[in-house]
């Protein structure tokens, strides 16, 4: 027997995802209006026709109205443009540890063109479209509780990971660790990655402190990381760690050892 269902009865039943995507050419980006000759991407699960008459709201509109927590929206830019606009990781109140129905989503597929690409892997759930995944939101955590995130990344070149916050408890740690080193997003917006940095890396949300055994979210000692973009451009980032709060001065040399700027 032939069944109609609107969107939200069809995301409620688990037929389709939450999440509609098309790309620009650099990378995906979440879509509210479909227009003539652009591409779509929708997440089904099964063999049905699509009739779209009123699309739903947009990725913000839809957490705001509808989400009782709090997100970070994470987007991988290479040195070419191309980017992946579609990762989210978070808390609800509704969530589970497993794959939710309209909270969590599935990776859009590999794009025809080369970019950057920025997945949450998760095999255990058996998705019926695979193992890569977009957003992933947890279940609210409190006292020493501990979140984590691992994501993998895929890029020919060095990437900037940049990220921006929705509903964030004022009081809660949240932290990116990487092979170069610990990073307190509440601090900074983005990083500078270099391609094997961006390869594996991990997020940790927790109100004490980020790690398994009591660590700290304070490098252990000084260093000075590769500057990006490398050769430079117009502009380049310097990153370094601290393990304590001190005065740094950054001296800039030419090729032979000439001072360019301080």
Same mark, same amino acid.
């Given at each position: 027997?032939?069944?109609?269902?609107? &969107?939200e009865a069809?995301?409620?039943s688990g &037929?389709?995802?939450?999440f509609l995507?098309?790309?620009? #050419?650099?990378?995906?980006?979440?879509?509210?209006?479909?227009?003539?000759?652009?591409?779509?991407?929708?997440?089904? /699960?099964?063999?049905?026709?699509?009739q779209i008459?009123? +699309?739903?709201?947009t990725?913000? @509109?839809? +957490?705001?109205?509808?989400?009782?927590? &709090? =997100?970070v929206? +994470?987007?991988?830019? %290479?040195?070419?443009?191309s980017?992946?606009?579609?990762?989210?990781?978070? *808390?609800? !109140?509704? !969530?589970?540890? #497993?794959?939710?129905?309209?909270?969590?989503? $599935?990776?859009?597929?590999?794009?025809?063109?080369?970019?950057?690409?920025?997945?949450l892997? *998760?095999?255990?759930?058996?998705?019926?479209?695979?193992?890569?995944f @977009?957003?992933?939101?947890?279940?609210?955590?409190? #006292? %020493?509780?501990?979140?984590?995130?691992q994501?993998?990344?895929?890029?020919?070149?060095?990437v $900037?990971l940049s &990220?921006?916050?929705?509903?964030?408890?004022?009081?809660?740690? $949240?932290?990116?660790f990487?092979s170069?080193?610990?990073? %307190? /997003?509440?601090? $900074?917006?983005?990083?500078? /990655?270099?391609?094997d940095?961006f390869?594996?890396?991990?997020?940790? !949300?927790s109100f004490?402190?980020?790690?398994?055994?009591?660590?700290? =979210?304070?490098p252990?000692?000084? !260093?000075l *990381?590769?500057?990006?973009?490398?050769?430079?451009?117009?502009i380049?980032?310097?990153r370094y760690?601290l393990?304590e709060?001190?005065?740094v001065?950054?001296t800039?040399?030419?090729m032979?050892?000439r001072?360019?700027?301080?």
């Open positions: 027997v032939d069944t109609t269902y609107n &969107w069809a995301v409620a &037929w389709i995802e939450d995507y098309t790309t620009d #050419g650099n990378g995906y980006v979440d879509s509210d209006t479909l227009e003539y000759w652009h591409g779509y991407w929708l997440g089904a /699960m099964e063999d049905l026709t699509v008459e009123n +699309l739903p709201p990725e913000s @509109a839809r +957490l705001k109205e509808t989400r009782e927590g &709090w =997100i929206q +994470l987007i991988a830019t %290479d040195e070419s443009g980017y992946d606009a579609t990762n989210i990781v978070g *808390h609800a !109140a509704e !969530a589970t540890t #497993g794959y939710d129905v309209g909270l969590d989503a $599935v990776e859009p597929p590999v794009p025809p063109f080369d970019a950057v690409r920025l997945v892997e *998760h095999p255990e759930w058996n998705h019926f479209l695979g193992d890569e @977009a957003i992933d939101i947890r279940p609210e955590i409190s #006292g %020493d509780e501990l979140s984590s995130w994501l993998t990344g895929t890029s020919d070149e060095d $900037v &990220w921006s916050f929705s509903n964030l408890p004022e009081d809660l740690n $949240v932290g990116l990487t170069a080193g610990i990073i %307190d /997003m509440r601090e $900074v917006s983005e990083l500078p /990655m270099l391609t940095e390869t594996s890396f991990e997020i940790r !949300a004490t402190t980020l790690g398994v055994d009591g660590e700290l =979210i304070v252990s000692q000084f !260093a *990381h590769q500057n990006f973009p490398n050769p430079f451009n117009p380049t980032s310097l760690d393990p709060q001190a005065q001065t950054l800039i040399y030419d032979v050892g001072e360019v700027t301080k």
